[in-house]
């Protein structure tokens, strides 16, 4: 892979005469490739990625929105994930394909920040979202008696959307916080799509609390969302362990093993890319990284649900044979009134 080097000049900037330095006006993201075959090539790849993964987590919101058997608190909790990673992925790549296949890559002030601010948003509900499904299984398996007591339909509205406003003041305070910086050392950014650690890379502002808000902020809610997992699995197999029956165990288990593989997936993804210095690692290694946190997640969810998960199975399977029955039916119709 190859950096291209900016398109644009310091054009793009508007002259502050008061004070003799120089205001972005608007960024420069970094390619891939300088190679006009490559950014097609990478354009494509992006795309398909994009479209399986929406048609995946779109599948996902679709079947446990029709299938009445699946209008469980866990498989509520499933829906809103799909429609979180939905949205982002759909923050990023789209954008990134477009702008690898019409070789354009400025992207404005405004336009940064939003992305910026959707980027944290969805981020923060992913993981909050994920903690809550760590406590509903907890209460599943561990309380089963007061499960719909305490997992009732309100209840569930409230901790979706207690998780959604908390994450739209999360990511609207580091936005924020980032924007009131100064830029004017540079408008190239290291990144094919806005982030924090690369803004804070090429301010010419003061950017150790900044550096310390995200780290913190960062460590504080990732930590504490992390222990309440951590504690949730702890008593599930401490209680699973105590089943009688074999096949029971492996049920309980089995339930668990997907939820623990988007975990760690989301953990890991984040760690590489955001709980460390912005200075500690390359331009490309960050860009690697970041395809792997902004695109793998939300790519591997409805795969790692649907192929372990039975009810979605068998949910995906009658609706695909309820829609190949009204198609025949249809053609049925049309045929008869043609004769």
Request: with cysteine; proline share 4%.
């Amino acid at each position: 892979m190859k950096h291209l080097s900016p398109n644009r000049e310091v054009t793009h900037w508007s002259l502050k005469m008061s004070n003799f330095t120089t205001t972005v006006t608007e960024f420069l993201l970094m390619g891939f490739s300088n190679t006009r075959e490559l950014q097609i090539l990478y354009s494509l790849i992006f795309f398909l990625i994009y479209s399986t993964s929406l048609m995946g987590n779109l599948l996902i919101v679709i079947v446990t929105t029709i299938d009445s058997r699946l209008h469980t608190p866990m498989y509520f909790f499933l829906r809103n994930l799909s429609i979180v990673d939905a949205c982002f992925i759909s923050v990023t790549i789209p954008q990134a394909s477009i702008n690898s296949l019409v070789n354009n890559r400025a992207i404005s002030v405004s336009g940064c920040a939003v992305q910026i601010f959707l980027m944290i948003f969805m981020a923060y509900a992913e993981f909050t979202l994920l903690t809550v499904m760590a406590c509903d299984l907890y209460v599943a398996i561990c309380h089963p008696l007061l499960y719909p007591v305490v997992m009732c339909p309100r209840v569930c509205v409230q901790m979706t959307l207690m998780c959604l406003f908390t994450g739209i003041l999360y990511a609207g305070f580091h936005t924020g916080y980032t924007f009131r910086l100064s830029f004017c050392q540079s408008n190239l950014i290291h990144q094919f799509f806005c982030d924090v650690p690369s803004l804070l890379k090429i301010s010419c502002s003061e950017t150790f609390s900044n550096t310390l808000s995200l780290l913190g902020s960062g460590l504080v809610i990732g930590v504490g969302c992390f222990v309440i997992i951590i504690a949730s699995y702890i008593s599930i197999f401490s209680t699973v362990l105590k089943f009688p029956v074999k096949e029971d165990q492996r049920k309980a288990f089995s339930t668990c093993v997907p939820h623990i593989i988007v975990v760690s997936l989301f953990l890991i993804s984040v760690h590489c890319v955001y709980l460390q210095p912005p200075s500690d690692s390359g331009s490309l290694k960050n860009m690697i990284l970041s395809i792997f946190y902004s695109i793998i997640p939300p790519f591997m969810n409805p795969i790692i649900y649907s192929l372990r998960n039975k009810q979605i199975k068998e949910g995906t399977r009658i609706l695909m044979m309820r829609k190949l029955l009204l198609s025949n039916n249809a053609e049925t119709i049309i045929l008869s009134q043609g004769c």
